[in-house]
């Protein structure tokens, strides 16, 4: 793999823009990290501050059920309230809401079931129930406006149907059970649907005998409002409680509290069911399951603090146990999304990057200009060696302006003069590849299949003879520049001239697709341009040219010495395209191939088969055929005559001498001038005169060259 060598321009340029970004980076990176981890503590800080204030107000929230059942009985015990007047007990329970708001509900039950209840309805108005046992069963609701009075009945509402029993309450067992003061867990109100929790405490007689429960219950609704309306951590935060059988007990959003099953029962969300992603996620959090496990089972435990992600989104959560009686915990939250903190930080980090990009694009535009007028002289170098490893070897376009350059390129112009000649002398392809290859010529070879030709001239000795010798030069100069360009324009390499021949040869030292068809396009061109040539340069007329063409796998590379080679090629495929050449003489033709190249190209050449020949040194005869032209030039007269030949030439090899002396008679009697009809009808009479021995197959062995 050729390694990649960056420009001078481009390395000044992007040398001075990647200081000033690479110090803008680190100084930006380091004001980024140093102000995010900041803000992250003061998130961490604000977070934990908000859940010590749900703290606060849960604790403060409670307070008023605790106090208010400790007092009632108190009141109870003295006298002052009498259980057995729900009258004044209910007058009692009315005044204590009005002036406690957090309470939702007072009530009181004895062990026969009577039952006396003030509740708070959801619009602020005061409702009363009243259940009598004696006798026949009575269930009263009696329902006022907001801020009406106690006698201010705007409903009295009876309900003999109503199964409530108040001793199979939770409440009820649960302080019955304690003996003193007693919590129940978070549960859905009956009434209302909304969670709720009760403080419950036994009323007993002088003998400690059970009179009776009373109990006050604190609606958790309100604190959802609380934290709704007080709890504010950006944008994103949330704040919740949770109990300790995991059931989240206020939230901001205290419609998505509740959960109604199949069976028409009404309970609290889990944790991990909760609809807000960012809260359901900490269900999964190893680290908020040990907490929780630890704080319920452990008062006092630390808070938590934590980061996590949901969807990507990074968050900071704070979790805050909360004490609300005995062996009831319960656990604050509060959670914001960290970028909340991080916006300003990575709003300004932007900002010093975007004058940090500024900065370094102004200074690669400088430092381009600067290193073009650096690399201005030295581009000329490269390009002027470039044209030299390409052989474009035109003389330099122009000088460069400084001294040392200058004389650089000088030296470039006279090692293309040079090259100009050595070039003459050797192919250009041979050239061009080790240049490319920045490689020293050495002797050896490859085996390749390869396209060879060889061209002759018809009677150059007579031509020689009669012409000076520097006229007989500019002659064949021309008629050799024909052909050499024809060859070279099909991508052939001329390997020699002797004299008047020439010997070329296609897939050396580049691969060459299709190689035998390029040599036969290359030569039919040659011929055509001789010929259209000739009105201008009237000697070319008598430049006949005989051809050879054979496809061979032969030995191409460089032979001879070490002091000096020659890029040739060598193997018996040389020799029979040498053969092939001057078999023309035989025949009377002008283009001849061998049996290989001609299964590589007849199918867009018109050729006539010609005989089977065993020329000299190769005991294997081959199958040699006459180039006549591209398929779609040759006229239909002439493809019939190759057609008949052909034919004859059958009937010469299944021996039936006289038939095809019959259609060459035939033949010549159209066109008389043709020389391969002459050389086979005459080749027919010979074989009727001396009929050829049994073993005779059709071989005709040429004994010269």
């Known amino acids: ?372 007028v650096i690399s201005r002289g030295l581009q000329n170098l490269v390009e002027e060696s470039d044209r030299v490893r390409r052989m474009d070897l035109e003389p330099c376009p122009g000088r460069s302006p400084f001294r040392e350059v200058d004389e650089v390129l000088g030296s470039f112009e006279s090692m293309k003069v040079g090259l100009r000649a050595f070039q003459k002398y050797v192919p250009i392809r041979l050239v061009r590849q080790l240049l490319e290859g920045r490689q020293e010529p050495a002797l050896g070879g490859e085996v390749r299949t390869l396209t060879i030709l060889f061209s002759d001239i018809k009677g150059f000795t007579s031509i020689s003879e009669r012409l000076e010798p520097l006229e007989l030069a500019r002659q064949l100069g021309d008629y050799l520049s024909v052909v050499t360009r024809r060859i070279q324009d099909r991508q052939g390499t001329v390997d020699k001239y002797i004299g008047d021949a020439v010997m070329a040869f296609w897939g050396a030292p580049h691969e060459v697709p299709d190689h035998a068809f390029h040599a036969c396009s290359a030569i039919l061109e040659a011929l055509a341009d001789l010929d259209r040539l000739q009105p201008e340069k009237p000697f070319l007329a008598d430049f006949h040219t005989r051809i050879g063409i054979h496809t061979a796998s032969v030995v191409v590379g460089n032979f001879g010495c070490e002091d000096r080679l020659n890029y040739t090629v060598i193997g018996d495929g040389v020799n029979l395209a040498s053969r092939l050449e001057g078999l023309n003489k035989v025949f009377g033709t002008q283009v001849m191939l061998s049996e290989d190249s001609a299964a590589l190209v007849s199918d867009r050449f018109v050729l006539r088969r010609l005989a089977q020949v065993a020329v000299v040194g190769r005991t294997k005869p081959v199958t040699v055929s006459e180039l006549i032209g591209e398929v779609s030039s040759v006229p239909e007269d002439r493809k019939a005559v190759v057609r008949s030949y052909e034919a004859a030439l059958d009937l010469y090899f299944r021996r039936d001498f006289s038939g095809a002396v019959k259609r060459l008679e035939d033949l010549l009697a159209t066109t008389p001038d043709d020389a391969p009809s002459t050389w086979l009808k005459g080749r027919c009479e010979a074989c009727m005169e001396t009929p050829p021995a049994p073993s005779w197959n059709g071989v005709i062995t040429m004994e010269g060259k």
Not at 124 to 146: A, M, N, Y
Not at 223 to 249: H, M, P, T, Y
Not at 251 to 275: I, W
Not at 276 to 283: D, E, N
């Open 1 to 372: 793999m050729k390694r990649y060598r960056p420009t001078l321009r481009l390395t000044i340029g992007l040398a001075l823009s990647g200081l000033i970004l690479i110090t803008s980076l680190l100084l930006a990176g380091f004001s980024y990290f140093s102000t995010r981890d900041t803000l992250l503590q003061f998130s961490k800080d604000l977070i934990d501050q908000n859940a010590r204030v749900v703290k606060e107000q849960v604790v403060g929230y409670l307070g008023p059920a605790r106090s208010g059942a400790e007092m009632t009985l108190a009141l109870v015990r003295r006298g002052m309230v009498s259980t057995e007047d729900f009258a004044r007990t209910e007058e009692y329970f009315f005044d204590f809401l009005r002036v406690h708001p957090s309470v939702a509900m007072l009530n009181f039950g004895d062990t026969a079931g009577n039952f006396v209840m003030v509740k708070r309805q959801p619009d602020g108005s005061l409702s009363t129930k009243r259940i009598r046992v004696e006798g026949t069963r009575i269930v009263q609701w009696k329902h006022r406006d907001p801020g009406a009075s106690l006698e201010a009945v705007r409903e009295t509402i009876t309900d003999p149907d109503d199964p409530y029993d108040v001793r199979t309450r939770e409440w009820y067992k649960g302080a019955v059970a304690a003996g003193g003061l007693a919590w129940t867990g978070v549960y859905v109100f009956h009434s209302d649907g909304l969670p709720g929790v009760t403080a419950a405490i036994p009323h007993l007689n002088g003998k400690n005998e059970l009179l009776g429960v009373l109990s006050v219950d604190v609606g958790l609704v309100d604190l959802s409002a609380f934290l709704s309306k007080n709890i504010r951590v950006g944008s994103s935060g949330e704040a919740f409680l949770l109990d300790e059988a995991g059931q989240i007990i206020a939230v901001r959003d205290r419609a998505s509290l509740v959960l109604t099953g199949p069976d028409g029962k009404r309970r609290l969300r889990k944790l991990g069911e909760s609809p807000l992603a960012p809260i359901a996620a900490l269900a999964r959090q190893e680290a908020v399951t040990a907490y929780l496990g630890e704080v319920f089972s452990r008062p006092g435990t630390a808070p938590l603090i934590l980061r996590y992600s949901v969807d990507g989104v990074d968050w900071v959560c704070t979790l805050l146990s909360i004490e609300v009686g005995a062996s009831r915990t319960w656990v604050a939250g509060v959670l914001a999304r960290e970028d909340e903190f991080l916006a300003s930080a990575r709003r300004a980090n932007r900002n010093t990057l975007l004058i940090a990009l500024l900065l370094a694009f102004f200074a690669l535009i400088a430092g381009l200009i600067i290193a073009r």
